[in-house]
Nanobody, 126 residues
Framework: VQLQASGGGLVEAGGSLRVSCASS????????MAWFRQAPGKEREFVAGIRWSRIAPFYAEFVRGRFTISRDNADSTVALQMNSLKPEDTAVYYC????????????????????WGQGTQVTVSS
């Protein structure tokens, strides 16, 4: 499975960006998908996740209400719409896929995902 992220860029604080991730997996609709990010000098952190089941999307507290994750199973893509961006949102954003259907304890952990995209840079200027 290959994941290809796109859509990052430079935006002013308060602006919006949309990043997307395309999967080559043949059973994409069964994957749990998520976005993580890593800022310079910081550890990777969970941002948002969406499962294949009817479980509602879930978010890190620091993006709740500003970011929206969505998936299109027909196109095998997952997107992250980011609004009201802040300088502290500056990071490389990575999409990730859980192909094993792990339990809820793994939803926000990097170890809960099997495949990772190459990352896309998001820079928010103040």
């Amino acid at each position: 499975v290959q994941l290809q992220a796109s859509g990052g860029g430079l935006v002013e604080a308060g602006g919006s960006l949309r990043v997307s991730c395309a999967s080559s997996g043949r059973t994409f609709k069964k994957y749990g998908m998520a976005w993580f990010r890593q800022a310079p000098g910081k550890e990777r952190e969970f941002v948002a996740g969406i499962r294949w089941s009817r479980i509602a999307p879930f978010y890190a507290e620091f993006v709740r209400g500003r970011f929206t994750i969505s998936r299109d199973n027909a196109d095998s893509t997952v997107a992250l719409q980011m609004n009201s961006l802040k300088p502290e949102d500056t990071a490389v954003y990575y999409c990730a896929a859980d192909a094993r259907g792990r339990g809820v304890a793994y939803y926000t952990r990097g170890s809960g995902y099997d495949y990772w995209g190459q990352g896309t840079q998001v820079t928010v200027s103040s």
